[in-house]
């Protein structure tokens, strides 16, 4: 294998889940990197995440993955009940064991986040750091902050989320020489938004689903689909909960467009106490699977470790210009209800840094051809988990006797085998980082 062309260096923008990862792993492919991140602390959404089967060798390479599996539980099944309590469908989320290796893992993404921050060497992040320009030379790219302060490096990798300001930066550039297809020139969509949160540690002895090895999701929903809570029992005793779902009155913007513009403005992870509280009205009379009421748990969570969030969905067509590459939910927006936006962003890493490692030159011309390839290697795989995240929010959320009928065959007449056939495809396409020894199982 040839090491990675001398002195090649990024700078990854955004320390989110994808900025980290990318960090650890070139970390570890022995590339120079350094993570800029807008927030002067990190604060990430104070709610659950589950990591698919598909990252988990991912993570047995870069050493972490024992820790993670402490860190969490592994994911059993997804229970879908009314409001009432009635039992309306199961869906098994086990996996082949054999065949894969791995169950998806749940656990507290603030914990999740806080590990993998500790694992990003002193000095390789600086918070405060907005980005607000990005210029590029035949050598070099600078980044430029809202502080002024500049950062120059071969590559920019821009992993700073759904309002990418990387993405933004390089749009106004394509748009300006009109080649930015059109699709991309439109704002993300959403029809859907939660109030999501996480409780401080509950008394096993009253919730004794909390000593339970692995996770059962509860799906509580409302009257037609409105509304919805989703409960999951984390590690450390604590309920990770979202409730939320397609309500219009909710949803739409003050022009009545269920769309939302790069601005960030309206992708709240900061405390909106009208509707948060609004939204969690509608869940009042839903009858708690583990007893008592769900106001409960809403009432247990410390007010720091709930947000509102708007669940948009966009996937877009370009990903990259010159030394500027785009990775995560910068360049593919997935609702969370299959629980994919994530292992997809760590699958965009890996596919990356493996072409970093091979490269060879530290020319524009080296990068394009990498990044058509990045982009030839991830796009139909990230649409594949687009697309399926929002089947699944359809199958759920959907209204109408004929979503009744849908909704009642594939939750109680879909056969485990048939379920494992189908992740067993998702899972099949599972890369490795060529730099690092293969996991043995
Ligand atoms: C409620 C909810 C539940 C979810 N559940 C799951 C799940 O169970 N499983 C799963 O796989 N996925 C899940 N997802 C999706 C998953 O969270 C995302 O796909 C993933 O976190 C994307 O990470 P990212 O690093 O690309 O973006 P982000 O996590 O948004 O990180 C972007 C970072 O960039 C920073 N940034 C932004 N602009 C700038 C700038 N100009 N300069 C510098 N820094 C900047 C931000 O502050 C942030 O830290 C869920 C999403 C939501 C909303």
């Not at 024992?66 to 199961?90: F, H, T, Y």
Request: net charge neutral; proline share 6%; with cysteine.
């Amino acid at each position: 294998m040839t090491p990675p062309p001398p002195g090649l260096r990024v700078i990854i923008v955004g320390g989110g889940l994808a900025g980290l990862v990318m960090g650890i792993m070139l970390d570890q492919a022995g590339i120079d990197y350094h993570i800029l991140e807008q927030a002067s602390r990190l604060r990430p959404l104070g709610t659950s995440i589950s990591l698919h089967p598909v990252i988990m060798d991912l993570m047995a390479q870069l050493g972490l993955l024992e820790d993670m599996q402490k860190m969490s539980k592994p994911l059993r099944g997804i229970s879908v009940l009314s409001a009432n309590g009635r039992k309306m469908g199961r869906i098994d989320t086990r996996t082949n064991k054999r065949r894969h290796h791995h169950q998806a893992m749940v656990m507290s993404r603030p914990d999740l986040h806080e590990y993998l921050l500790s694992k990003i060497p002193p000095g390789k992040l600086t918070t405060g750091k907005r980005v607000i320009d990005i210029t590029e030379t035949q050598q070099d790219v600078t980044v430029t902050c809202m502080d002024e302060t500049t950062y120059v490096g071969h590559i920019v990798v821009g992993a700073d989320g759904a309002y990418s300001a990387t993405r933004q930066i390089m749009y106004k550039k394509l748009k300006e020489r009109g080649i930015l297809p059109e699709s991309d020139t439109k704002p993300l969509h959403f029809d859907k938004q939660c109030v999501v949160g996480m409780t401080s540690p509950l008394d096993p002895a009253k919730y004794p689903v909390l000593l339970d090895d692995s996770c059962e999701v509860k799906v509580l929903l409302g009257k037609d689909q409105h509304t919805s809570m989703w409960i999951l029992p984390l590690q450390g005793n604590r309920l990770a909960w979202c409730v939320g779902g397609p309500d219009p009155h909710l949803i739409q913007n003050d022009d009545g467009d269920h769309s939302s513009h790069g601005s960030g403005s309206r992708s709240g992870r900061d405390w909106y106490p009208e509707t948060a509280v609004e939204i969690c009205e509608d869940v009042r009379n839903f009858k708690c699977p583990y007893g008592g009421s769900v106001m409960d748990l809403i009432e247990s969570t410390p007010k720091g470790l709930v947000s509102k969030v708007l669940l948009e969905e966009k996937m877009y067509r370009t990903w990259y210009n010159g030394r500027v590459v785009l990775v995560g939910d910068a360049c593919h927006k997935i609702v969370p209800f299959f629980g994919q936006g994530a292992s997809q962003a760590i699958l965009d890493c890996a596919c990356l840094v493996n072409m970093f490692y091979d490269l060879t030159s530290n020319t524009t011309s080296s990068f394009t051809t990498i990044f058509q390839r990045y982009v030839d290697m991830r796009a139909e795989t990230a649409k594949v988990a687009s697309d399926s995240s929002r089947e699944f929010a359809d199958l759920i959320y959907e209204q109408g006797f004929k979503a009744d009928v849908a909704r009642n065959i594939v939750l109680r007449f879909t056969p485990t085998w048939l379920l494992r056939m189908i992740t067993g495809t998702i899972n099949s396409n599972r890369p490795n980082l060529k730099f690092l020894p293969l996991p043995k199982h």
